[in-house]
């Protein structure tokens, strides 16, 4: 996905904006086809009670404040992502004073069956990611979300974060030495 | 620093990093456990969206309807609100003043006619008493003949207890002498129309006169008046007030003046020249203002 990413030139991608800034249904299915996979994850990552209804916010508001925004892809993405962080903060308050009365199963749920043994394993696998993921520090979870997930390059993850690109630097080295020395620890302790 | 998680971390040099966020395979076998880590944390990346040509619809069609000249027209519409807000006030404000300047005004008065159009529609509507308070205005300006016409107009046009307060009031402006004040009105318009008919207006100083003769009230009915004989003319310049005659009932006991039939010429009614006992010669109708005698013509 970053090959196909990086495989656009700035101003393939800058005509693209000015597109839909007037509105181009082609460019607006070219946005939304790239960035509402990673802004979804992102907010799930992050503990959004509805990343899917969130994300559509997020893109609404992506749409009315487009004319307001002037820059390369970079600063795109970085600013798509920095509502979608604004955005769930906003989230985050309104469930903290009305919390949710049910908690509904996920409408994917698989309840057909299928390959028990290999979706053991995916949720073995997937337990095992998120029992190490949840060892980090908030700003390497954040830095690593945003890589790896929202798939933004360092510089964008900066511009997010609005923090110098050594320090995300840094984070990242942190997180990725953190996670190797869980994975040694419980190799040893298995 | 934990010195065990220190060496980990400096196993990573910047390249290897890039390459292992990227996903690429180029990275050493040595962090091939992190790859592990990095695919199953990527997996939590939603499959791409099946709606995007439905979602692309809507954004374009926002992002067309946020168009920046669609942020300027906010102020302009919160300043035609804002005028539009001030105008109505200054148009409140005008209506009461106007409203407020109408209604004290009387017949004949440049707002009267503004007065009635306001009261048409509920505003400044003050009923029989207004009526009153504009027939009040009438007299005290002298114009006694618009102000009976007015009174009798209303008492005719208004509901039975408007009319009989409107009545009452007549009574009292006609000092206390019931009956004589309306029925002057009703002989000084009769009197009046008799003689456009005729044309006996030309000569204006009788008709004058014979207006003069009809609005004047008397101060003191004659005896003989009181004891139901036929009224005679009382002169208006009699000083010698003797109270009004309340006791001698009235006038209308005298029977209507139409009893006494219209004059079969105009031009002999009588002038109080001819009818004064005493000989006194009325001066005119506001001499006698108050004081004209409600005889019936001849």
Do not use: C
């Amino acid at each position: 996905m970053r090959s196909q990413i990086h495989s656009r030139t700035e101003t393939s991608y800058e005509s693209r904006v000015e597109a839909a800034k007037d509105g181009a249904e082609w460019a607006w299915a070219a946005i939304y086809e790239e960035l509402s996979g990673p802004v979804t994850g992102y907010l799930r990552s992050r503990g959004a009670a509805d990343p899917e209804d969130l994300s559509s916010e997020v893109f609404l508001q992506v749409a009315r404040d487009i004319h307001r925004f002037d820059g390369d892809e970079t600063k795109f993405r970085s600013w798509v992502f920095v509502i979608a962080h604004r955005r769930l903060i906003d989230d985050r308050r309104s469930h903290a004073r009305r919390p949710d009365e049910i908690d509904n199963p996920p409408d994917d749920l698989d309840l057909a069956g299928g390959d028990v043994e290999e979706e053991v394993m995916a949720h073995l696998s997937d337990a095992r990611m998120q029992e190490i993921f949840e060892t980090l520090t908030d700003d390497q979870r954040l830095v690593l979300t945003l890589r790896i997930i929202g798939d933004l390059t360092l510089e964008e993850t900066a511009l997010v974060l609005q923090k110098r690109v050594s320090a995300i630097k840094a984070l990242q080295r942190r997180a990725l030495g953190a996670v190797k020395a869980s994975i040694e620890r419980g190799r040893v302790t298995l | 620093m934990n010195p065990f998680l220190w060496h980990y971390m400096t196993r990573f040099s910047d390249r290897e990093i890039e390459l292992l966020l990227s996903g690429s395979r180029e990275a050493s076998d040595e962090h091939a456990d992190l790859e592990w880590f990095l695919t199953a944390l990527a997996d939590q990346r939603p499959a791409p969206p099946h709606d995007v040509e439905h979602m692309a619809t809507a954004l374009a069609s926002v992002a067309r309807s946020s168009v920046p000249g669609g942020l300027r027209t906010r102020p302009r519409t919160a300043a035609r609100r804002m005028v539009a807000v001030a105008a109505s006030f200054v148009l409140l404000f005008t209506m009461s003043g106007i409203a407020l300047a109408a209604d004290g005004s009387a017949p004949g008065d440049l707002l009267y006619g503004i007065d009635q159009a306001f009261e048409l529609i509920g505003i400044g509507d003050g009923g029989i008493d207004e009526r009153i308070a504009e027939f009040d205005a009438l007299i005290n300006r002298g114009e006694d003949e618009a102000a009976y016409e007015f009174l009798e107009e209303v008492i005719e046009s208004s509901r039975e207890d408007e009319s009989a307060e409107a009545e009452e009031h007549l009574d009292v402006v006609s000092d206390g002498r019931p009956g004589v004040a309306e029925d002057n009105v009703t002989e000084h318009q009769r009197f009046i129309e008799e003689n456009k008919k005729d044309g006996v207006g030309a000569d204006r100083r009788e008709f004058g006169q014979g207006v003069a003769d009809i609005v004047r009230i008397p101060d003191q009915d004659p005896p003989e008046q009181a004891a139901g004989n036929k009224p005679d003319t009382t002169p208006a310049s009699n000083d010698n007030e003797t109270g009004p005659p309340d006791g001698a009932g009235r006038p209308d006991d005298a029977g209507p003046p139409d009893d006494a039939g219209p004059p079969a010429e105009p031009r002999s009614r009588p002038n109080s020249q001819n009818q004064s006992p005493n000989g006194n010669q009325p001066t005119g109708a506001s001499d006698s203002a108050g004081k004209a005698d409600k005889s019936p013509r001849p």
